[in-house]
């Protein structure tokens, strides 16, 4: 199938590389075409560009040396032990400056590394790629609706539900990474978490389930439910009530991004 010809699909594809849920096979045939294709690869680097500024936020973790092992083998043709990959990596730069030169970088790039849900995903499945791309290119003007998008992790830490509005609609896009299973009684609630860490209720949310992509209608706009959000949290709720709080520890929780340009405050 030519991807390129259906944009809807195109998109999720793109998304999903970006995200670092595309696996195995169907991402090496994503790549492939990508490298083909210029608009397949002007969709991952809009996501790419829609998704970065969320990942700057989150904590900072070192990478380990099985990591830079990957990177040195990847790099540069190389492998050996994970405790000797450093090292490694130093012996070929002090002896082959082009070496030395992508060393620096792949250290800029991935040192230290992000933490939390999005990061591996992101910066090994989307990072790399893109920034040969734009790099390559003269100029970057894509442009994306404005929109609000929250990428939450399980309390685990691993990849969980990816949250999105566009700045004036009136539902909000839900596709779930990983499935929280909802005790018998209970209903998930989304929640909004202004800079001084008060959650807001937006609404109760249908069942979850794994890889499932629903569309929730909101109350007021987009807009007007998530202006002064900087994260996004979704609990489970006994059936029948909406509190004030959570009652419930955070089943899903992260950061939640305005996708414009914001004026500098003054």
Known sequence: MNIERHPELLDRLAADYALGTLHGGARRRFEAQMRRHA?????VARWDARLAPLAAQLPEMPPGDAMWSRIEQ????????????????QRRAATSQPHAV???????????????????GLMLGVAA???????????????????YVGVLATAEGRQGLIVSSL????????????????????????????????????????????????????????????????ELGVSHEPAGTLPAVPSQPWVYRGLCGKLWKVPPAR
Do not use: N
């Open 167 to 230: 700045r004036h609609g009136r539902s909000v896009d839900l596709k779930v990474i990983q499935a929280v299973p909802l005790p018998a009684g209970s209903v998930a609630v989304l929640w909004t978490i202004d800079a001084q860490g008060l959650p807001v209720a937006v609404g109760p949310l249908p069942a979850l389930p794994a890889r499932a992509f629903v569309s929730v209608p909101l109350p007021r706009t987009a807009d007007q439910v998530f202006a002064r959000a900087v």
């Open 74 to 89: 990847r790099a540069f043709g190389g492998g050996g032990a994970a405790s000797s990959a450093a090292p490694a990596m």
């Open 129 to 147: 790629p893109s920034v040969f791309q734009l790099l390559q290119a003269d100029r970057y003007d894509a442009q994306l609706p404005e929109s």
């Open 102 to 120: 992508a060393r620096a970088w792949w250290q800029r790039l991935f040192a230290p590394l992000p933490a939390g849900a999005l990061a591996f």
């Open 39 to 43: 608009v397949i690869a002007q969709a």
